[in-house]
């Protein structure tokens, strides 16, 4: 006759089955004790941290006394309207523009010929080596391009070779090296930005593109269009939420990056390195507060219209 279970662990098995039954016929209770804990944590440590942060914004900074007092203030806003703050966010937001561009100008074609040229091994091959450089540590890699930039670099030597330096000066009109090398000019800050960011373009592109059925541009040339125009009337229009999911990384990491413009570049400020040298430095946290300010607004607005553009769709 085979043994009962003792009283305790019958219990305490009714007990689980209850609550699991329980769960089961109650989803959205099942959802909510699932997504307490990620956003409880993601509540009172983030977003509170950046609240608690922004709040700071609107107090004002004692000079004289170096600290920082709970008075009301909006002056730390009217201070970005200087021309020299307000030159730091014009350059900011003119670089993350340009690293955009550039990104999708570069990625496209590497992502179109992932997607409907390369085989399976090429195409793991491509995979792998567009992840491959983000393994490496960020600061090794930013270090790693000041000596290619650097005189006697590779990159200076292509360039200087091939002529692109005086290229583009004679088409911008402007100085292209800053001082002697790549590596304290704004185009080399663009290299690099665009050299770390170019995977976050890469991959959500190919996505987008692979999306798009291939019978649509087989289509448009068996009907006359030439190459061009089945690229501008039916490629580009499907894959470009991509683009614009692409884009989101690349905007907003060179809206917020001060690492890059630290060690490449001209001497120029850019809004991270600004909000670190006031509250890290002088600290000054209530400007600081205020430059943070500046691109969450900015980034705020273009979620805004990227998500009227379908690019969350193509993540």
């Not at 300010?293 to 993540?315: D, K, Q």
Request: proline share 6%.
């Amino acid at each position: 006759m085979p043994e009962l279970a003792p009283l305790p662990a019958l219990q305490r098995s009714g007990l689980r089955q209850h609550i699991a039954d329980v769960l089961y016929q109650r989803r959205t209770l099942t959802l909510l004790l699932m997504l307490t804990p990620p956003l409880l944590w993601f509540g009172v440590v983030y977003v509170g941290s950046l609240l608690t942060l922004l709040s700071q914004s609107v107090f004002r900074f004692d000079e004289m006394a170096m600290s920082v007092t709970t008075e009301f203030t909006l002056e730390n806003f009217r201070s970005l309207l200087v021309p020299a703050n307000y030159d730091i966010v014009l350059r900011t937001l003119g670089m993350a523009v340009a690293v955009t561009l550039g990104a999708v100008a570069i990625g496209f074609p590497m992502a179109y010929y992932m997607a409907h040229h390369a085989g399976p091994r090429e195409k793991g091959f491509f995979f792998v080596s567009i992840m491959l450089p983000m393994w490496a540590s960020y600061i090794v890699k930013a270090y790693a391009w000041t000596v290619l930039l650097a005189q006697g670099g590779a990159i200076y030597w292509l360039f200087t070779q091939a002529g692109l330096l005086g290229l583009l000066e004679a088409v911008l009109r402007i100085p292209v090296l800053g001082g002697d090398t790549l590596a304290t000019s704004n185009l080399g800050r663009f290299l690099v930005f665009t050299y770390i960011w170019l995977p976050f373009m890469v991959l959500p592109i190919q996505a987008a593109i692979e999306r798009v059925p291939s019978n649509l541009l087989l289509a448009s040339s068996d009907l006359g269009a030439r190459p061009w125009q089945t690229f501008r009337t039916v490629l580009w229009p499907l894959a470009f939420p991509g683009v614009v999911a692409g884009s989101i990384f690349t905007f907003s990491l060179t809206l917020g990056d001060y690492i890059i413009p630290q060690l490449i570049g001209p001497s120029g400020l850019f809004i991270g390195n600004m909000v670190y040298t006031l509250q890290g430095t002088i600290g000054n946290l209530p400007l600081a507060a205020a430059f943070t300010c500046v691109p969450i607004v900015l980034i705020t607005i273009y979620l805004s219209m990227a998500r009227r553009l379908g690019a969350f769709n193509a993540l």
